[in-house]
Each structure stands twice: as structure tokens, then as C-alpha cells.
């Protein structure tokens, strides 16, 4: 392969999907660096990679591989342009290059041994050109010998490597490329990139990685509870505003403390007239009151005899300054107050009150819809048919939501019907920050989650997660909202909110995870097969941990009993009594 280049196309701006479709994610790296490492991997002369639309943010997907990035302003004008482009960088670099193979970013099945066995056929049959052979047609990886580099650089327009193929077919040798047929040109597509099962950390990675909603607002420090500062608060003030007693007691000068000394008057708090304290003299101060002028200790009441109106101080531990608060020891005018980012305790909002904030800039919570799915499902009040149950998710959900503190919640209900549904969630996702698609996201006959979601330009991440309960977990994007697609179980679909949707709703608001992971013994054996994460209901006390009952995934008594979860590993065969497991705790 070294004396072959290799060209990645990848200018195209995706217009189909309303996304790059060279930055979806496949096996969790987008499809353009994945094209790229594979072509790396077969070892060429050099990878030049044709970049267009979205060009920044393509390029910077490859910033740590080695290889060439080529920028086409003209990619709008179609295929060949990008070709053209391709070939001059590949010549200008390394004219003497015998060989070039040309490839697109969007074959999500594409590996290094295609490149590879592109090259190993030419080299066999002595052919100049060397495509891929899939449903009924050759196409890319396409490999040219360099007679074909001056045809390639006078295609135009949409003009593409077939335009080549179909002119010489008796110097073609076909190579076998079966998945090469599938491409992410439409919607339907984007299933072909979301078939792998990911572990339970990779599915928490990915929903870090892609839920960075953020959104400001303004509130009262009565209305900010549990909030995110949103920016830094610089005090306006001096806070206190003058030196301030933190005793009950006497203000004196510290050179006078073994003097017999005068009482000249008091201050209280609030007191807003200034007196100037002369030596000799000591003035009676109650916490909080101002500090005479002149004035630099404070004594304790306790520690002085009194004879009418004269003091002897009794204190041999006193010290200058002792008692005194200085102007701006809470807080200094102009300086940082609280950080961006401090969650509003009510100690924070106290001292904010303190130092004279009124309104505060916090991250916003999300606006949620939830989304309920299922022929079957009926209102709490109503009567049950046959072969109805009552809708208890989205019940617990909004709950759920409540206590994470989401203030705003549409609940839809959708029948088993991809129209109805898809019209809903299109609704849905105009409207909301986050979408919690309930029921329907497996692979039945009557799951139409995934397909729906597809169809509004949701972005895929992944589908199915190693765990029990909750395997059928999606997990996507549209723009910058985001999308579940949880178990219609209602004990799984908690789990999920519990693992994923809380520590995203987290993030959005910029504060630490919710999520309260412990140590615990566990009381009894519980075995499993390896394979699957496995999150047990179980009840916590005294640092031992017992599983309950009722762990069928659509059942809830024993999560009504539950106060954690307990986690037993992927590759876990069990655990035994005894043993130290990690829980998760439910607050």
C-alpha cells in the first residue's frame, strides 16, 4: 500500500438527514474519523480527506490522525469538485504515486481489509481500476491507477468514479463488498448505526458527551432553592459596611487595656451615628454594633469588674483586634462573592441575602415532555377493560421529574400508531429542552419509538444497553434536545430515569450528579449469568444491603419498598453473603 493514497470524501452537507451525517456517531467515534482510522490501518502512502461543508468540525474530529485535510469550497457544485480536489492535494504531496482509492465517509460496515483487498486485486489482475461490488452494482472503495488520474480531474458536476467504471469496463475487476450498500443517505438509515449494545458505562459517556443543553435565567433569591449560579457574584458592597462588635461587651484601645478606664455611652446594633473613642475611655458595645472610632479591641462582658461607670479589664488572654469584625470580612466590594457554578444552598442564599443580592442569573432547568405510548394504557379514575392497565409511568415520571426539580411538563398520550406518534413527538420536540418516549422502544411488531424518532431527524447514539432490566434503552438528539426512548416496564423505566435521565438533567443544570453511589455488605447470595449489569431492587440499613422480592421488571412493589439499587457487574457471576457490592442510593 505504499505507493497508493487513499481519498476520503467527505464535503457533502447531509441535507436529508438536517445533520452532518459525517459526524453521527458509529461504535461510538463519528463516521468520519471511523472511515479514516480504518483507511490509516491499511497502511498507505497517505489519507487525504476532502472536506466542505460543516469543515471545522469535521477537521476537527481527525486533529490527532495523521492525515491531510483538504478543503473544497466548490462541494456545493456536486461530487466531481470534491474528486478534482482530492486528486491535485494527492499529486501536489506525492506525484508519484501509482495508485489511488477513492471512498466515502458514510459506509458504516467499511474496514481496513477492503482497502486492502482492493489493492492485492490490482496487483493480481494488472487492471486499472478496482471497485467494490455490492447490490447489483460497483461503486466505492474504488481503487485507480494513476492512467485514470487525468479523467478524475475532468469530471464535473454530480459526475462521480462510476461515470469512469461504465467508460472501461474490460480494464474493471469487481471485489466483493456486500454491506457496501449500506449508506446513511436517509432517515431509515441511521439504524444501521445504532445496532450495537453498549456497556452501561458507554451509554453514560455517550449522554455526557451529548447532553450540553444549557439556558439562563433570571430569579429572586426566594425563587432560586437548589438552582446553579450562572455567573460569578461580585459583592457591591463592603459586607459589614464598618467594624462591627461580635460581642457583647466594651470597645476600648488595646494600649488602654490595663488602665482603669471611663464609660462613656453604648452602642447597639443598628446605631447609625459614629462616635470617636478617646484614650482612656471604653464605650459599652452589644454584638453586631458598630465599633467607636479610635476604638480596636473588644472585651467580653464577663471579663471586666464594673464600678459604676468605670471598667478594669480581667482578660489576660485579650489580644489586639480580639471581638472586632472588620469592614468587608464577609465581603469586599468589587471582589468575587460566589463562584459561577455553586449550587443555592440555604447557607448560599443566606449570605447572598447577606451582602444585599436581590436576583440571581441561574441555569435553567429543561422543559420535559413526556411522552406515554401504548393501545393499551388508561387513566388512574377510569374504569379497566379487558385487557387494559393503568398508566403508572408517566405518574412516577413526572414525580421523578418534580423532585429533580424540573418545573415545566407536558404529559402526551400516544396510541400504537408511527403517524399519530410521530406527529406528537414532532410537537414534543419543538416545545421541550428534554423527551422521554415511554413504551414502544423495543423491536416488536408495535414498537415505533425508534422509527418515529428517526423520521423527526432524531440522531441516534444507541438502542440497547447491558442491563437488566432496561436493555432497550434509546438514547438521540435533535439539535441540542435531547431524546430517551425508556422501557415501557414501569420498573425499568424508572431504573433508566434513576442511571440516565437524572444525570442528564444534571449536567443541563450544571450540577453535580444526583446520583448517590455507596458501599454496602450484602446479606444473601444473589447469582446471575455474566453479560448484563444487573440493578436489584434492595433495601438498605446499617450498611447491609438485602435484595427484595418482585424483581420482574413490571412490577413496582418492591421498588415502592426499596431505598437503593444494588449493582452487580456486567461480567459478574453473582455475589455472595458477605461480599461488598456497590449500591445506588434512592433519595
Given at each position: 500500500m505504499?505507493?497508493?493514497?487513499?481519498i476520503?470524501?467527505?464535503?457533502?452537507?447531509s441535507?436529508?438527514?438536517?445533520?452532518?451525517?459525517?459526524?453521527?456517531?458509529?461504535?461510538?467515534?463519528?463516521?468520519?474519523q471511523?472511515?479514516?482510522?480504518?483507511?490509516?490501518?491499511?497502511?498507505?502512502?497517505?489519507?487525504i480527506v476532502?472536506?466542505?461543508?460543516?469543515a471545522?468540525?469535521?477537521?476537527?474530529?481527525?486533529?490527532?490522525?495523521?492525515?491531510?485535510?483538504?478543503?473544497?469550497?466548490?462541494?456545493?457544485?456536486?461530487?466531481a469538485?470534491?474528486?478534482?480536489k482530492?486528486?491535485?492535494?494527492?499529486?501536489?504531496?506525492?506525484p508519484l504515486l501509482?495508485?489511488?482509492i477513492?471512498?466515502?465517509?458514510d459506509?458504516p460496515?467499511?474496514?481496513a481489509?477492503?482497502?486492502?483487498?482492493l489493492?492485492?486485486?490490482?496487483?493480481?489482475?494488472?487492471?486499472?481500476?478496482?471497485?467494490?461490488?455490492?447490490?447489483?452494482?460497483?461503486?466505492?472503495?474504488?481503487?485507480?491507477?494513476?492512467?485514470?488520474?487525468?479523467?478524475?480531474?475532468q469530471?464535473q458536476?454530480?459526475?462521480?468514479?462510476?461515470?469512469?467504471?461504465?467508460?472501461?469496463?474490460?480494464?474493471?475487476?469487481?471485489?466483493?463488498?456486500?454491506?457496501?450498500?449500506?449508506?446513511?443517505?436517509?432517515?431509515?438509515d441511521?439504524?444501521?448505526?445504532?445496532?450495537?449494545?453498549?456497556?452501561?458505562?458507554?451509554a453514560?459517556?455517550?449522554?455526557?458527551?451529548?447532553?450540553?443543553?444549557?439556558?439562563?435565567?433570571?430569579k429572586?433569591?426566594?425563587?432560586?432553592?437548589g438552582?446553579?449560579?450562572?455567573?460569578?457574584?461580585?459583592?457591591?458592597?463592603?459586607?459589614?459596611?464598618?467594624?462591627?462588635?461580635?460581642?457583647?461587651?466594651?470597645?476600648?484601645?488595646?494600649?488602654?487595656?490595663?488602665n482603669?478606664?471611663?464609660?462613656?455611652?453604648?452602642?447597639?446594633?443598628?446605631?447609625q451615628?459614629?462616635?470617636t473613642?478617646?484614650?482612656?475611655?471604653?464605650?459599652?458595645?452589644?454584638?453586631?454594633a458598630?465599633?467607636?472610632?479610635?476604638?480596636?479591641?473588644?472585651?467580653?462582658?464577663?471579663?471586666v469588674?464594673?464600678?459604676?461607670?468605670?471598667?478594669?479589664?480581667?482578660?489576660?488572654?485579650?489580644?489586639?483586634?480580639?471581638?472586632?469584625?472588620?469592614k468587608?470580612?464577609?465581603?469586599?466590594k468589587?471582589?468575587?462573592?460566589?463562584?459561577?457554578?455553586?449550587?443555592?444552598?440555604?447557607?448560599?442564599?443566606?449570605?447572598?441575602?447577606?451582602?444585599?443580592?436581590?436576583?440571581?442569573?441561574?441555569?435553567?432547568p429543561?422543559?420535559?415532555?413526556?411522552?406515554?405510548?401504548g393501545?393499551e394504557?388508561?387513566?388512574v379514575?377510569?374504569?379497566?377493560?379487558?385487557?387494559q392497565?393503568?398508566?403508572?409511568?408517566?405518574?412516577?415520571?413526572?414525580?421523578?421529574?418534580?423532585?429533580?426539580?424540573?418545573?415545566?411538563?407536558?404529559?402526551?398520550?400516544?396510541?400504537d400508531?408511527p403517524?399519530?406518534?410521530?406527529?406528537?413527538l414532532?410537537q414534543?420536540?419543538?416545545?421541550?429542552?428534554?423527551?422521554?418516549?415511554?413504551?414502544g422502544?423495543?423491536?416488536?411488531d408495535?414498537d415505533?419509538?425508534?422509527?418515529?424518532?428517526?423520521a423527526?431527524?432524531?440522531?441516534?447514539h444507541?438502542?440497547?444497553?447491558?442491563?437488566?432490566?432496561?436493555?432497550?434503552?434509546?438514547?438521540?438528539?435533535?439539535?441540542?434536545t435531547?431524546?430517551?426512548?425508556?422501557?415501557?416496564?414501569p420498573?425499568?423505566?424508572?431504573?433508566?430515569?434513576y442511571?440516565?435521565?437524572?444525570?442528564?438533567?444534571?449536567?443541563?443544570?450544571?450540577?453535580?450528579?444526583?446520583?448517590?453511589?455507596?458501599?454496602?455488605?450484602?446479606?444473601?447470595?444473589?447469582?446471575?449469568?455474566?453479560?448484563?449489569?444487573?440493578?436489584?431492587?434492595?433495601?438498605?440499613?446499617?450498611?447491609?444491603?438485602?435484595?427484595?422480592?418482585?424483581?420482574?421488571?413490571?412490577r413496582?412493589?418492591?421498588?415502592?419498598?426499596?431505598?437503593?439499587?444494588?449493582?452487580?457487574?456486567?461480567?459478574?457471576?453473582?455475589?455472595?453473603?458477605?461480599?461488598?457490592?456497590?449500591?445506588?442510593?434512592?433519595?
Amino acid at each position: 500500500m505504499q505507493d497508493t493514497g487513499i481519498i476520503i470524501l467527505a464535503a457533502g452537507s447531509s441535507s436529508r438527514l438536517g445533520t452532518a451525517k459525517q459526524l453521527l456517531d458509529y461504535q461510538h467515534k463519528p463516521l468520519v474519523q471511523h472511515a479514516v482510522e480504518q483507511a490509516l490501518s491499511s497502511d498507505p502512502a497517505c489519507v487525504i480527506v476532502v472536506v466542505g461543508a460543516d469543515a471545522e468540525a469535521v477537521a476537527g474530529t481527525l486533529v490527532d490522525h495523521d492525515v491531510k485535510i483538504c478543503y473544497n469550497d466548490d462541494w456545493s457544485t456536486g461530487m466531481a469538485s470534491s474528486i478534482r480536489k482530492g486528486i491535485e492535494a494527492l499529486l501536489n504531496d506525492h506525484p508519484l504515486l501509482t495508485r489511488c482509492i477513492f471512498s466515502v465517509c458514510d459506509q458504516p460496515f467499511l474496514e481496513a481489509h477492503h482497502f486492502m483487498q482492493l489493492h492485492e486485486n490490482q496487483l493480481e489482475s494488472q487492471k486499472g481500476i478496482i471497485a467494490s461490488a455490492y447490490a447489483d452494482t460497483l461503486g466505492v472503495p474504488v481503487l485507480f491507477s494513476n492512467f485514470y488520474f487525468p479523467l478524475l480531474q475532468q469530471l464535473q458536476g454530480d459526475q462521480g468514479a462510476k461515470k469512469i467504471i461504465a467508460a472501461y469496463p474490460d480494464d474493471v475487476v469487481a471485489v466483493a463488498f456486500d454491506k457496501g450498500s449500506v449508506d446513511i443517505d436517509e432517515p431509515a438509515d441511521l439504524r444501521y448505526l445504532i445496532q450495537e449494545m453498549v456497556s452501561v458505562s458507554e451509554a453514560k459517556a455517550i449522554i455526557k458527551k451529548h447532553a450540553h443543553f444549557v439556558r439562563t435565567g433570571i430569579k429572586t433569591l426566594s425563587e432560586s432553592l437548589g438552582y446553579t449560579v450562572a455567573e460569578q457574584i461580585i459583592s457591591k458592597y463592603d459586607i459589614p459596611g464598618f467594624r462591627q462588635s461580635s460581642m457583647d461587651g466594651y470597645a476600648l484601645k488595646f494600649e488602654d487595656h490595663n488602665n482603669r478606664l471611663e464609660i462613656v455611652g453604648e452602642m447597639r446594633a443598628g446605631k447609625q451615628s459614629d462616635v470617636t473613642l478617646l484614650s482612656g475611655q471604653a464605650m459599652r458595645v452589644f454584638t453586631g454594633a458598630p465599633i467607636p472610632t479610635a476604638a480596636d479591641t473588644v472585651v467580653m462582658q464577663e471579663r471586666v469588674y464594673r464600678e459604676g461607670d468605670w471598667i478594669t479589664v480581667a482578660d489576660e488572654q485579650l489580644t489586639l483586634g480580639m471581638h472586632v469584625r472588620e469592614k468587608g470580612s464577609e465581603a469586599t466590594k468589587g471582589t468575587l462573592a460566589l463562584a459561577q457554578g455553586t449550587v443555592l444552598t440555604p447557607a448560599a442564599l443566606g449570605f447572598l441575602a447577606g451582602i444585599g443580592c436581590e436576583k440571581l442569573l441561574i441555569f435553567e432547568p429543561p422543559k420535559v415532555a413526556i411522552i406515554v405510548t401504548g393501545d393499551e394504557l388508561q387513566e388512574v379514575g377510569q374504569p379497566l377493560s379487558f385487557g387494559q392497565v393503568y398508566d403508572s409511568n408517566s405518574i412516577q415520571l413526572r414525580a421523578a421529574l418534580q423532585k429533580a426539580g424540573i418545573e415545566t411538563v407536558q404529559v402526551f398520550h400516544a396510541t400504537d400508531d408511527p403517524a399519530a406518534l410521530e406527529k406528537i413527538l414532532g410537537q414534543a420536540l419543538l416545545a421541550s429542552d428534554l423527551v422521554l418516549l415511554v413504551g414502544g422502544v423495543s423491536v416488536g411488531d408495535y414498537d415505533f419509538v425508534v422509527q418515529s424518532a428517526l423520521a423527526q431527524s432524531v440522531r441516534p447514539h444507541f438502542h440497547k444497553v447491558k442491563q437488566k432490566p432496561g436493555k432497550p434503552l434509546f438514547f438521540g438528539t435533535k439539535d441540542e434536545t435531547v431524546v430517551f426512548g425508556l422501557p415501557g416496564n414501569p420498573s425499568s423505566a424508572l431504573t433508566c430515569f434513576y442511571l440516565y435521565v437524572l444525570p442528564a438533567i444534571d449536567r443541563m443544570m450544571q450540577r453535580a450528579d444526583s446520583v448517590c453511589y455507596s458501599k454496602a455488605v450484602t446479606t444473601v447470595d444473589y447469582p446471575k449469568n455474566s453479560g448484563l449489569t444487573h440493578f436489584i431492587k434492595a433495601h438498605l440499613m446499617d450498611g447491609k444491603v438485602l435484595p427484595l422480592h418482585a424483581q420482574e421488571s413490571y412490577r413496582l412493589q418492591s421498588y415502592a419498598q426499596a431505598n437503593c439499587l444494588l449493582v452487580i457487574p456486567e461480567e459478574s457471576t453473582g455475589i455472595v453473603a458477605g461480599e461488598e457490592v456497590q449500591v445506588i442510593v434512592l433519595l
